[in-house]
């Protein structure tokens, strides 16, 4: 979640947050110390670029955002939790953070250590596959 606070988010429509790239003080610092530690480098153009990401929200509230972090990883990305801290924040809300039921049932600790065992018994096994083929399609805002 620190990573989060490298962005700012602003909403363009009701279910469309933007998310864009701040940059933080630190990875400033070692470009420019990169830079000048090497002077081939000096008369190159460094390219200035600002990435954008859009987080959709469905009609059940499920957040979507472009960069499928959460559909490739299984937990959430820095731009979900930005677009969370912002739509509490205008609530005059407290984002606390997410829980164990906002990252996929892969990654829970019972799932890892039951479900690959030859010495679970059939039927946990079968709970399990099909938690995980019903799992979470994103997160809830």
Not at 58 to 74: L, R
Not at 122 to 132: A, E, G, P, R
Request: aromatic content about 12%; overall charge positive; glycine content about 4%.
């Amino acid at each position: 979640m620190y990573h989060s606070k490298l962005y700012s988010c602003k909403q363009v429509d009701q279910s469309i947050f933007q998310i864009k790239f701040q940059g933080g003080s630190t990875i400033d610092n070692k470009l420019s110390s990169e830079i000048n530690d090497n002077t081939r480098i000096m008369s190159a153009p460094i390219p200035l670029f600002s990435k954008i990401h859009t987080i959709q929200v469905n009609c059940n509230k499920i957040m979507f955002c472009d960069c499928y972090f959460f559909e490739s990883v299984g937990m959430f990305c820095a731009h979900m939790v930005c677009v969370c801290k912002f739509v509490a924040n205008t609530n005059n809300e407290v984002f606390t953070g997410f829980t164990h039921r906002d990252i996929v049932n892969r990654w829970t600790s019972s799932y890892m250590q039951l479900v690959f065992k030859l010495s679970t018994p059939k039927h946990i096994q079968k709970y399990y596959d099909t938690l995980v083929s019903n799992d979470i399609k994103g997160l809830m805002l």
